[in-house]
């Protein structure tokens, strides 16, 4: 590792970059835009650390989007993400540059990766933060994330190993606008990479039919275990496609096989920022609000007078949430 010492070592926040999916996957992005900020009330640097083959052109948009400093390590080796070889070539350059703060999405990526990370390094991790913000005096970074099954929001520290390691949810933070003329540094260790003999990628490919659309949709219609049964929940998807939206759901809704696993909303699930979101018989779990917070205008239908999702929405329907559907979509028919 010798000549990683002629670099000044950027050692204030690290973000993972996971360019995978691009287009679609702005955690990355948003994580860029927290971590700037955080990294300005700690007066250092933001660093992306971007991994795989010929992988400039996404050093160029994290600049782009605000990071001061991009770690590039370009190998035909890490053209595909494999765990072991991932983590390996990762430590190493922590351990050399010692960031104090590691940021990364909570996708199946990173929760795969970030906690045989921080094992490795022997530090802490917080998983699926709901919020980030730093203690600028002791530089500590504040992670807070549900615990207690989600009856509570905890501020976690690690007052003593380094980095500080988070995963965060998607959807959280606002991206910054592209810059095209931003400057940064780019800088491209001379790190040992070496393939993973044990483990060899067969075939990759999308999965079919995979939509994940809920996440851009301006109109989000969302129900929960008061639908009541799968045909219910059909209507859902009539009221979306009346509002040009997508339809998300809550766990229970999931487990009941009423609907895919990928309109999931929440803290095991998607984030969504759209600017009308509709949420039928749900109670408002901290699990479930996690994932719908960004959402601009909520209205919240519910029998239930006292359920907590009507502390967070803008308008609440008290009702029958089958018959308020059915009112809904007699209404939209007679407009289209
Ligand atoms: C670690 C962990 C992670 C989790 N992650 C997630 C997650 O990502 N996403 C998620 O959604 N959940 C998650 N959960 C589960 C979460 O805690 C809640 O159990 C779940 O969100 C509740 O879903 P719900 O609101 O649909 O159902 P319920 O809590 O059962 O609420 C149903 C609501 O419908 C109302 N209702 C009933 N009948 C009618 C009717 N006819 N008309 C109108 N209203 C009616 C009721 O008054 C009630 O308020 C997680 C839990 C744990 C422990």
Not at 52 to 70: K, L, N, P, R, T
Not at 149 to 156: F, I, K, M, P, T
Not at 290 to 307: C, H, K, L, M, S
Not at 314 to 326: P, Y
Request: charged residues 25%; contains cysteine; glycine residues 10%.
């Amino acid at each position: 590792m010798k000549k990683l010492e002629k670099h000044k070592p950027p050692e204030g926040i690290w973000v993972f970059g996971d360019y995978r999916n691009y287009f679609q996957n702005r955690v990355t992005l948003q994580l860029i835009a927290k971590g700037k900020e955080l990294a300005e009330k700690l007066a250092t640097d933001l660093t992306v650390l971007v991994l795989g083959h010929q992988i400039h052109q996404y050093a160029m948009e994290y600049v782009a989007h605000g990071a001061d400093v991009i770690v590039a390590v370009d190998h035909p080796v890490l053209k595909t993400y494999q765990v072991e070889t991932y983590t390996r070539v990762v430590a190493e350059l922590v351990e050399n540059w010692k960031p104090n703060v590691f940021l990364a999405g909570a996708t199946a990526f990173g929760r795969e990766f970030f906690p045989r990370l921080a094992k490795r390094l022997m530090t802490g991790l917080s998983a699926d933060c709901v919020s980030l913000d730093v203690d600028a005096q002791r530089g500590w970074l504040i992670q807070t994330t549900p615990s207690f099954g989600g009856e509570l929001l905890a501020d976690v520290i690690t007052p003593r190993s380094r980095p500080q390691m988070a995963t965060v949810h998607p959807g959280l933070f606002q991206e910054r606008v592209h810059d095209k003329g931003a400057v940064g540094r780019i800088i491209y260790p001379d790190v040992k990479v070496e393939a993973d003999e044990r483990v060899q990628l067969v075939r990759s490919e999308a999965v079919p039919g995979h939509r994940g659309e809920v996440q851009e949709a301006a109109v989000v219609v969302v129900g929960g275990r008061g639908i009541g049964s799968r045909e219910n929940f059909q209507k859902l998807f009539e009221l979306a496609r009346c509002l040009g939206g997508e339809v998300g759901a809550t766990r229970p809704v999931v487990m009941e096989g009423w609907v895919e696993e990928d309109r999931l909303l929440g803290q095991t699930g998607k984030s969504v920022k759209p600017r009308l979101l509709i949420t039928v018989g749900t109670s408002g779990a901290l699990q479930y609000t996690a994932g719908i917070q960004g959402a601009e205008t909520i209205v919240a239908v519910n029998r239930d007078p006292n359920a907590p999702i009507f502390k967070m929405a803008d308008l609440g329907l008290i009702g029958e949430g089958r018959s308020i559907l059915t009112l809904l979509l007699e209404t939209l028919r007679k407009r289209t």
